[in-house]
């Protein structure tokens, strides 16, 4: 897929199976959003193919509209229609619908059925889009950063509504800037970066490929001769970020190096504001593939 010069998606190649939840991970302007608006049948490939429950998007488009259900990034409904309107509306577009009161309660929408879209709020907005994109009972869905503005209940009952939607054997195909939100829900991640696939696994595979377990540690301020004494001990896989007024330390670690690190506190005498040795998480590797931070 090309914008003009600009090649958004480049040879990406991944199939997803049936009954599955697979999360499709990458920096700002990777190719995510590209690459499911062309499996949903909005983009026309300039190359290469694709086939979703199989057909193809773009020839079968009538067949296969029905049969998946899509949440946009961001808007999706008309400014002006109330939120219950906009529901029931989609909602009369297929054949067996799911009850759209439930879906509403379900989602916590159901205090605000007659707001006009424009005045929901952000998160309220994302629920009607979620509610819009599995009222017509899909045996797939795309939801692109679903969960993206919610606080954090929505977010737990989206989540266990994409887990429910796997249970019934439905296909959940998400983008998602929250690494703790793909790391808990799919079975299959994909990373990619500039168009192209650079990592896939399960969230397991990737986050234990080395051995060494991930030391983090956040400290007050880090001074410079502080930084190299502690490059020195944990060497040149050290990352430091200075995040909310507050200095960020990662590194892989084993058992030695933790001790040094714990001496290293000792001689100076201070204590730091935390520390943590754990595994590598999702958001380590995707760093590590990357290189970028991930801007929600
Ligand atoms: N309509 C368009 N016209 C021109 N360039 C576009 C268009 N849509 C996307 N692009 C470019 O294509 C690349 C891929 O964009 P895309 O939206 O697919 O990325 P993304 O991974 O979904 O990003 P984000 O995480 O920010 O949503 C980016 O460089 C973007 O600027």
Known sequence: MRYGDKVAVDRLSFEVARGTITAVLGPNGAGKTTTLETCEGYRKPQGGSVRVLGLDPQRDRRALLPRIGVMLQSGGAWSGVRAKEMLDHVARLHSH????????????LGDCGSTPYRRL?????????????????????FVDEPTAGMDPMARRTTWELLEELRADGV?????????????????LVHIIDHGRVIASGTP??????????????VLPVLSAH????????????????????????SSPADGATLAAVARWYEHHE??????????????????????REITP
Do not use: C, N, W
Not at 279 to 285: G, I, S, Y
């Open 270 to 291: 201070v204590l730091p504001v935390s520390l943590t040795l754990g595994q590598r998480t999702l958001e380590d590797v995707f760093l590590e593939l990357t290189g």
């Open 97 to 108: 619908p799911l009850d759209t009161g439930m879906l509403y309660e379900r989602l916590g």
């Open 204 to 217: 397991r595979e990737l986050t234990s490929s080395r051995k060494e377990a991930t030391l983090r540690m």
């Open 121 to 141: 709020s952000g998160g309220q907005q994302q629920r009607l889009g979620l509610a819009m994109a599995l009222v017509g009972r899909p045996e797939l869905v």
């Open 226 to 249: 502080a930084h190299d004494e502690l490059s020195g001990i944990l060497g040149d896989q050290l990352e430091v970020t200075l995040l909310d007024d507050a200095v960020h330390v």
């Open 171 to 187: 296909t959940v195909v998400l983008t998602t800037h929250h690494m703790d939100e793909a790391e808990r829900l799919s079975d």
